[in-house]
């Protein structure tokens, strides 16, 4: 969590803009770290920074609108996260929605992952691995909890369970050949020596807390154990030792009895009580009797009367002895916890690329995108209706796709479908494709859907500008930019210009790899004056009045919008289609519709940022006769307007 927390290269807020010679800035954030927390952290060993040149960077927005771990509602269901989490443990399930949020440009990392989950399917070994991590617990957070001797009984016990378990999980991995699958094996390798401690150290079931006792397994120490059988053998002892004395002292009336103010002693009539040896030590008279104690029963008592505090006490030290005997081994258990962690997150995306059908991309450093049949892994698993494939084929020639159609058509499944098949290569797994060839990007940037930002006092369109801004200053040739309808959220003409200057910007200068969906058909005039840039539209058709979505991506420009058919589908009133048929068809024809004069008289544009003309100014400029001045006057001109402006 350091790491992410920490992951950055102004230290100036940390206190280490100016670090004495031999402390690097990684030892001054764990210093800075164990300082505000008020606590020795001995299971963070170290921090380390995160370049930005080694992940794919996504803002907050592009994690939204892909909705990667959380979907658009703020929850977890039909997330790409949701889809993919069929972990065994919870360590990995956390991993996964790291790997998710954080994709890698480290080429070698990633062929070593898709080695690794090919060789996980060889065999189906993904499946015994997973019954075998499956009784796996939480390691990381147990031993978080060891480090800081907040760990409860249960936790031991579970970590038990979980190191148990290694060598059956050291015997699936033998033989096996890929280095990455190696190096996780020698990772999670068995620890025998922890295994038999942890064994007889604690009880089998124990209790949730320290202080009920009942911990510590009987045998482990011979103090406790002792102890123990003060408390619940007493009555035993005083019945030996009460036939004991009788024996050795030939008092038949002889007893040994317990009272709570003058607590063990032994009894003798008073007729015999001038037999008592002299060893025995008189503690009280009575009418009939006479009561003594003796040093073994002495010893006894005070044995017997705080066994139980002492029993507690004495499990309290065991217990936090034992945490530090744990804490010894505790670098290795990290690494373990780690190696599995990885090992159940490899195993899961292979399990989940041969149940969804998966391909293994192409990874290439070159620039390019080449998928064949690529699939929405998200919507491809809710919906009822076969999914529709299709292929997205982007390189120096088509750099730009202005994406047209019909809404509904599935347009921004079309875009999110080629973000998320990007994501998933570049964190090593398996993709939704018949076959893929991925160029590494460097950055993902989405601009889909917007809303108001009340609490920030911004309207949609401000949300919408403000994103696509961020896009413009940061996307490079390497980087995959999505663009939904852009300038949708103004007027026409506004809305229009801004689409239009966006996308050449983008396809001209920017030259990154961009997929502009819009419903401006003027934008479909774009290749033409661009090079890079092509059209591709989403494919419907007419059917007795209705319309059919086809969610197949063809070359070229949509023939039309089919708004009025969509609106059909959601229910708009027929009285309502028919007259927005009638006006289509007006304006269609070039005819006066009920609107069309005012759309004609558009007002033009008034520039709002020019600085205001000083009047004297343009009253000079408009007297200046530029042939009549020599050269002297001129530059005496120029200092005069200089002056006025």
């Not at 090593?428 to 160029?439: E, L, M, T």
């Amino acid at each position: 969590m350091l790491n992410q927390q920490f992951g950055t290269r102004d230290l100036s807020g940390f206190g280490c803009d100016h670090l004495p010679v031999g402390i690097s800035a990684a030892g001054c954030l764990l210093q800075y770290a164990k300082d505000t927390q008020r606590n020795a952290l001995p299971h963070i060993r170290s921090i380390s920074a995160e370049n930005r040149e080694d992940s794919v960077a996504l803002d907050a927005a592009s994690r939204r609108n892909l909705e990667l771990d959380t979907n658009l509602a703020g929850g977890q269901e039909n997330t790409l996260f949701d889809v993919l989490d069929n972990t065994a443990t919870s360590m990995a399930s956390r991993l996964l929605r790291r790997w998710l949020n954080r994709p890698l440009q480290h080429l070698p990392t990633l062929e070593a992952r898709q080695e690794t989950i090919a060789a996980l399917q060889h065999n189906y070994l993904y499946e015994s691995l997973n019954g075998h991590l499956k009784q796996v617990g939480d390691m990381e957070r147990i031993l978080t909890r060891m480090a800081l001797h907040s760990a409860r009984p249960r936790d031991l016990t579970r970590l038990l369970d979980s190191l148990a378990v290694l060598p059956q999980i050291a015997n699936a991995l033998n033989g096996c050949a890929v280095e990455h699958l190696s190096e996780l094996a020698i990772g999670a390798k068995p620890l025998p020596h922890l295994v038999e401690l942890l064994a007889s150290a604690i009880k089998e079931n124990p209790p949730v807390i320290i202080r009920d006792g009942g911990v510590i397994a009987d045998g482990y120490d011979q103090e406790l154990d002792e102890l123990r059988a003060l408390n619940t053998n007493a009555g035993e002892f005083l019945l030996a030792m009460e036939e004991r004395e009788k024996a050795s002292t030939g008092i038949s009336t002889l007893k040994v009895g317990y009272n709570r103010v003058h607590g063990y002693y032994i009894e003798i009539s008073r007729g015999q009580s001038d037999k008592a040896p002299v060893e025995y030590i008189r503690r009280q008279t009575l009418k009939n009797a006479e009561r003594f104690i003796t040093p073994e029963l002495k010893e006894f008592e005070d044995k017997a009367l705080s066994a139980k505090s002492r029993s507690l006490s004495r499990e309290k030290h065991l217990y936090e002895e034992l945490l530090d005997i744990l804490n010894q081994d505790l670098q290795q258990l990290q690494l373990c916890a780690g190696a599995i962690a990885e090992l159940d997150v490899l195993a899961t995306l292979a399990e989940r690329a041969h149940s969804l059908g998966f391909c293994k991309p192409e990874l290439q450093q070159q620039s390019g995108i080449d998928i064949r049949g690529g699939r929405h892994p998200v919507v491809e698993q809710v919906t009822s209706d076969p999914f529709v494939a299709n292929d997205l084929i982007m390189n120096t020639q088509r750099k730009m796709l202005v994406i047209t159609g019909p809404n509904m058509g599935g347009k921004s499944t079309y875009m999110r479908q080629a973000a998320l098949i990007v994501l998933l290569a570049q964190i090593g797994s398996y993709v939704p494709a018949a076959s893929a060839q991925i160029g590494l990007v460097d950055r993902i940037f989405t601009r889909i859907g917007s809303s108001d930002d009340l609490a920030g006092g911004r309207s949609t369109f401000m949300v919408e500008m403000t994103e696509t801004a961020n896009i413009l200053h940061n996307a490079s040739d390497r980087s995959l930019v999505l663009m939904d309808e852009v300038g949708r959220g103004t007027s026409t003409f506004d809305g229009l210009s801004l689409a239009w200057a966006c996308a050449f910007h983008l396809a001209g200068q920017v030259k990154a790899f961009t997929l502009f969906a819009t419903h401006y058909f003027e934008l479909t005039a774009l290749p033409n004056k661009v090079d890079g840039a092509v059209n591709v539209h989403l494919d419907a058709t007419e059917y007795n009045d209705s319309i059919v979505f086809l969610h197949s991506v063809q070359d070229g420009p949509a023939s039309q919008s089919y708004g009025i058919q969509v609106a059909k589908l959601a229910g708009i009133p027929t009285e309502v289609i028919q007259l927005a048929r009638q006006e289509l068809a007006l304006l269609e024809a070039g005819g006066n519709g009920v609107i069309s004069p005012e759309i004609k008289t558009q007002p033009s544009q008034t520039e709002l940022f020019l600085p205001p003309v000083n009047p004297e100014l343009q009253k000079r400029l408009n007297n200046l006769r530029p042939d009549e001045l020599s050269p002297k006057q001129a530059l005496d001109l120029i200092y005069e307007l200089k002056t006025l402006l």
